[in-house]
């Protein structure tokens, strides 16, 4: 028998930056509940620095998907903006310009997919990246 696809989307409207934390809590939440705790750091890390790119650089109108690949995570956030992404060199005393190479750092893939109405962008965090959670056997 097939199993059931994990996954949570969350449509975000008006996503503001005082909104982040709690969206911080809500993917860590998710992530113990399918015992996957040990891809916490790199997933809300790397989820944090999407949607905080949203609220910097788009309409703050996003949706946030998370998807329990059976071998990993793939998180994708949505936005309806028609600016692409850009992957800026930060110098070293640069205080932003790192994100989309944190993210790049801290997972196993990430994407863009553009679309009619905007663009998806999308990281995979493999389970082997992180520490197996004890209770997921």
Known sequence: MPRAVRQVRTALPD???QQIGALRRIVTA???LWHM???AEAAVTSATELLTNVVQHASGECELLMRDLGDGLLVV???FSQEPVVFPQAAQD?????????????????????TPVGKQVWFRVARSSGLLDPQSG
């Open 37 to 39: 705790t040990g891809l």
């Open 30 to 32: 998710y992530l113990d």
């Open 77 to 79: 956030v949505t936005d």
């Open 94 to 114: 640069d205080e932003c310009g790192r994100g989309v190479s944190l993210v790049r750092a801290l997972t196993d893939a990430m994407g863009v997919e553009y």
């Open 15 to 17: 996503l503001r930056a």
